[in-house]
């Protein structure tokens, strides 16, 4: 009672030498037509992607082989995933088997597929082959029959489905026929291969000569349908086999959202941004080649949803075919003015996306051009607001010198007026002169008074932190304001900074180091936080329900997610999640400077109170004076405000204060 099977059974030994030139053949064939894409690559500008190898390699391991970031995606990024480990488990199979047939049984006598080890050998290859033939028929399912809107086809998915389906129908096929002439008397073997059973059982019967010819046959069959693999890998889609896990090495190590800042005075520089393709970095080419147009990008954009002309799938496919295609191409005239004006950079896109393409920061690259070098703007408000901002330091325009009048009867120290303070309250343009923020700004410095804290502002000395005009493109103005308020940090010697915006807390936390600041900064939610878990603050705890929202710029950019709910559940509060929240939260439309914009069609902040409509909830709590104000008008727009108000945690902690 054997437990093995004679491996070339059927077609000799003979089959080796052609076997294996058209196994290395395709391969190398696959392997020199990525080669080849490595000269597009290097059309782009020059940036470091290798440092910390070890660790950028550890990355790539954990997620090629663990399937992390395909499985952010809780739908179909399981079938990917059970499809890949599948797929994985025949590669091992299939090398095995070379393993022992070709190397250490004809040259050591060693034979390890025999015996026990063999029936779980044969037994996991079936399933695993069943399971990549399911989750194929998935996919297949989804793509050519369910067909979700935005789900582009291409003469890559009829190659890819079909090589994987030919690979998998005529594996099966060659052990069935098989097993019918070989394994049917032996019932202790062929357990162990219940799909090749099923198809054996069809083929009992049929005269041996005619299944070892039929056999024969498949198996070339099957053999070139392997080889056709290899060969496509370097001319279909499937090169993200090779191209996802290398772009996991290559992913950004800088904090999420990071921006380069350029060096302005230098005089080599022509030209700022990008208008065409060498002007971007070679990551940013090779991530239009690691694209493979699942579309969770387009799925989760707030522009896409809203009907606006962005789709970030398309635009990186776009660059894409100007890079292989047309490489003098403009790029802005390709994109269009439109899509890039649409992103709100949230983030999401990159978030989710599981080949680590990088989608925003080749948009604002695409802006700095618009703006440095052909002063273009998104519309005459926007142009307005940043005349403002670059007059009056905000974009209302209001004078310097009312932008503390806020807090004149709070008792709040101005910076300027000498005195010790604990910290110092960046107030922001909206805070500042928005009616509806002054009131969250009001709520904060009375939180901190009753935590005894003694509160410190800049008053007319302070000016926008500039993150708004970086984000359209106008770095020239960012670093100037950047500057101005890194100077007064540092003449009164400022130690801690809190902030009630999360586009401030990102700018001055992270953006300004960049410049020589290096202060701690906090966000309130945070600050609030600590001030509750050391018992500076007391508060009363009263019941009421609520739905939060995760702003996109302390969520998915600074990973605060916790701390803002803990608050709402110490309050009382019973929070009734929307259907897009943390790491995956829907935009309010007021990021990449859109809180200034004319917003045409479908409102970004409608949709958002319409998740928010859905919870139940007759409360949204905010965390951002873009958010408190976006929503505002979205509760307008879609005639909601009568049922659903929107406060920021300040102002609900500042009500329940002892």
């Known amino acids: 009672m054997e437990f093995s099977r004679e491996i070339y059974w059927n077609v000799g030994h003979s089959v080796l030498i052609p076997m294996?030139?058209?196994?290395?053949?395709?391969?190398?064939?696959?392997?020199?037509?990525?080669?080849?894409?490595?000269?597009?690559?290097?059309?782009?500008?020059?940036?470091?992607?290798?440092?910390?190898?070890?660790?950028?390699?550890w990355y790539m391991i954990r997620n090629a082989l663990g399937q992390i970031k395909v499985m952010s995606d809780k739908g179909y990024g399981y079938v990917h995933t059970v499809l890949f480990f599948s797929f994985l488990i025949l590669v091992v199979a299939t090398t095995l088997v070379f393993l022992q047939a070709d190397l250490l049984d004809p040259v050591f006598g060693i034979k390890f597929l025999k015996g026990?080890?063999?029936?779980?050998?044969?037994?996991?290859?079936?399933?695993?082959?069943?399971?990549?033939?399911?989750?194929?028929?998935?996919?297949?399912?989804?793509r050519f029959i369910i067909r979700p809107a935005g789900l582009e086809t291409t003469k890559d998915d009829y190659i890819m489905h079909g090589l994987l389906f030919l690979i998998i129908i005529t594996g099966f096929v060659v052990e069935g026929l098989r097993m019918a002439a070989t394994e049917m008397d032996k019932p202790y073997l062929y357990v162990y291969s219940p799909v090749g059973l099923l198809l054996a059982k069809i083929f009992y019967g049929i005269q041996v000569d005619s299944l070892k010819a039929a056999h024969k046959f498949f198996w070339w069959m099957h053999l070139f349908s392997v080889a056709g693999f290899f060969i496509s890998i370097g001319l279909t889609k499937f090169k993200h086999i090779v191209l996802t896990p290398a772009?996991?090495?290559?992913?950004?190590?800088?904090?999420?959202?990071?921006?380069?800042?350029?060096?302005?005075?230098?005089?080599?520089?022509?030209k700022f941004g990008a208008n065409e393709i060498k002007d971007l970095t070679w990551k940013d080419i090779f991530d239009t080649d690691a694209c493979t147009k699942c579309k969770r990008?387009?799925?989760?954009?707030?522009?896409?949803?809203?009907?606006?002309?962005?789709?970030?799938?398309?635009?990186?496919?776009?660059l894409n075919d100007i890079a292989f295609g047309k490489a003098d191409a403009n790029l802005i005239e390709e994109i269009t003015k439109d899509t890039l004006w649409s992103c709100t950079t949230c983030g999401n896109?990159?978030?989710?996306?599981?080949?680590?393409?990088?989608?925003?920061?080749?948009?604002?690259?695409?802006?700095r051009n618009l703006v440095l070098m052909e002063g273009d703007f998104p519309g005459e408000e926007v142009m307005l607001a940043v005349n403002n901002i670059e007059v009056n330091g905000n974009p209302f325009g209001f004078p310097y010198a009312s932008r503390g009048d806020w807090s004149k009867d709070l008792g709040v120290g101005v910076l300027s007026d000498g005195g010790n303070y604990d910290i110092l309250y960046f107030v922001g343009c909206y805070g500042s002169y928005d009616k509806r923020n002054i009131a969250i700004a009001r709520s904060f410095v009375e939180i901190c008074r009753k935590a005894g804290l003694r509160v410190g502002i800049l008053g007319k000395e302070e000016k926008c932190c500039g993150e708004p005009v970086r984000k359209l493109g106008n770095e020239y103005?960012?670093?100037?304001?950047?500057?101005?308020?890194?100077?007064?940090?540092?003449?009164?010697?400022?130690?801690?900074?809190?902030?009630?915006?999360?586009?401030?807390?990102?700018?001055?936390?992270r953006d300004y180091k960049d410049l020589g600041l290096d202060i701690p900064v906090k966000h309130h939610t945070q600050f609030i936080a600590e001030l509750i878990?050391?018992?500076?603050?007391?508060?009363?705890?009263?019941?009421?329900?609520?739905?939060?929202?995760?702003?996109?710029?302390?969520?998915?950019?600074m990973g605060i997610y916790e701390e803002p709910r803990g608050v709402i559940e110490t309050l009382g509060g019973r929070i009734n999640e929307m259907s897009r929240n943390r790491e995956d939260s829907f935009c309010c439309g007021g990021g990449g400077g859109r809180v200034f914009v004319d917003e045409k069609g479908t409102k970004i902040s409608a949709l958002r109170v319409k998740m928010a409509e859905e919870t139940g909830s007759k409360m949204i709590v905010s965390n951002c004076p873009f958010c408190t104000t976006m929503f505002e008008d979205g509760l307008k727009v879609t005639e909601l405000d009568s049922k659903i108000k929107v406060k920021d945690l300040a102002e609900i902690v500042a009500e329940r204060i002892r």
């Open 116 to 142: 026990t080890f063999y029936k779980f050998f044969s037994l996991f290859a079936d399933i695993a082959g069943l399971l990549l033939f399911l989750m194929m028929v998935i996919f297949f399912i989804r």
């Open 20 to 57: 294996y030139l058209i196994a290395l053949g395709s391969i190398a064939f696959a392997i020199y037509k990525l080669y080849q894409r490595i000269a597009v690559y290097k059309l782009g500008r020059d940036i470091n992607r290798t440092d910390n190898l070890s660790s950028r390699v």
């Open 247 to 270: 772009n996991y090495i290559f992913k950004s190590d800088m904090p999420k959202g990071y921006i380069d800042t350029i060096n302005l005075e230098a005089e080599e520089m022509e």
């Open 349 to 367: 896109c990159q978030e989710i996306c599981p080949a680590e393409i990088e989608h925003v920061n080749k948009i604002l690259n695409m802006r």
């Open 477 to 509: 103005l960012y670093q100037t304001l950047a500057n101005e308020n890194i100077e007064n940090f540092k003449k009164y010697n400022v130690k801690t900074i809190v902030t009630t915006c999360p586009h401030c807390f990102n700018t001055l936390g």
């Open 297 to 318: 990008c387009q799925d989760r954009c707030p522009a896409y949803a809203s009907d606006k002309p962005l789709s970030p799938m398309k635009l990186i496919n776009k």
């Open 533 to 557: 878990n050391t018992g500076k603050i007391t508060l009363e705890k009263t019941d009421f329900e609520c739905t939060y929202h995760d702003s996109c710029y302390i969520g998915r950019y």
